[in-house]
């Protein structure tokens, strides 16, 4: 088949998806099992695991073989997607995107990469045709950026901001009528369009299944998350009925 037909780049295009979501899933289960606490462990302190009687080497060496294959994987899929490939995608320089996806996204967290690949590399498609002599300066400054003032990267900042906006959220009341009609609007618009780009995207046999799948999810988890929060509610209710008697 030929690869430069729309319906192989759709299928590429899946297939890396399908991959992605493979992956995230792989080291979510790896994380729960002995084995991923073993490897925290090292991260944190390498020293103590190997006084504990473990022979961290072997730990090292199995995740650097699974690094290769799953970066082999990622090559098999890019390829033919990009079109070309040549001997500067070797560089060491490219090694320093990765370092700078992982900072931008946020470190130590599964879903950061994934937020700081996509994140850094829409804007260096911008960036390169806009502004093609200032691209390493724009990202050494990111870099920077990040280090200095956004250490846990975009998740962590997530994490930070979530009190304030759950805040926000309950007070969305307050908010005059005509925010409160143009936010919904806005929201109403933004959905609309991101199904479009799933209809044009995603064949029918594929999208059906997942709709189905979600709903599914939904139904059984929707209840549980909300038993959750209004037990948290519950908690800071009580919390702060302490603190103003005490």
């Known amino acids: 088949a030929d690869i430069r ?8 295009f899946v297939s890396s998806g399908v991959l992605l979501l493979g992956v995230y899933l792989l080291i979510s289960w790896l994380l729960t099992t002995k084995f991923g606490k073993v490897q925290q ?4 302190s390498e020293n103590r695991v190997r006084f504990s009687g473990y022979s961290t080497t072997h730990f090292k060496l199995f995740i650097f073989v699974l690094s290769a294959m799953i970066a082999g994987l990622a090559g098999a899929l890019y390829v033919p997607q990009a079109g070309i490939i040549n001997p ?6 490219k090694g320093l995107d990765i370092v ?14 994934i937020i700081g690949a996509v994140l850094v590399s829409l804007l260096k498609s911008f ?3 806009a502004f093609p002599e200032s691209w390493l300066l724009i990202l050494g400054g990111l870099f920077v950026f990040v280090v200095l003032l956004m250490p846990d990267g975009i998740v962590g900042l997530s994490k930070r901001l979530w009190p304030v906006l759950c805040r926000l959220w309950r007070g969305r009341r307050a908010l005059p009528r005509f925010i409160r009609i143009r936010l919904k609007k806005f929201y109403r618009e933004l959905n609309e369009k991101c199904y479009t780009v799933w209809k044009k995207v995603v ?3 594929i999208r059906i299944p997942l709709q189905r799948y979600f709903r599914k999810l939904q139904r059984l988890w ?7 929060l209004q037990r948290m509610r519950r908690k800071s209710n009580s919390s ?4 103003s008697t005490k």
Do not use: F, Y
Request: charged residues 25%.
């Open 203 to 205: 064949p029918r046999s």
């Open 5 to 12: 037909t729309p319906e192989t780049a759709r299928w590429l």
């Open 222 to 228: 929707c209840p549980k998350i909300e038993k959750l």
């Open 88 to 93: 500067g995608e070797m560089l060491p320089a």
């Open 240 to 243: 702060q009925n302490d603190h």
């Open 127 to 129: 960036t390169t045709s």
């Open 100 to 113: 700078v996806w992982v900072a931008v996204g946020g470190r130590g967290t599964k879903l950061g990469p």
């Open 41 to 44: 462990a090292i991260r944190d």
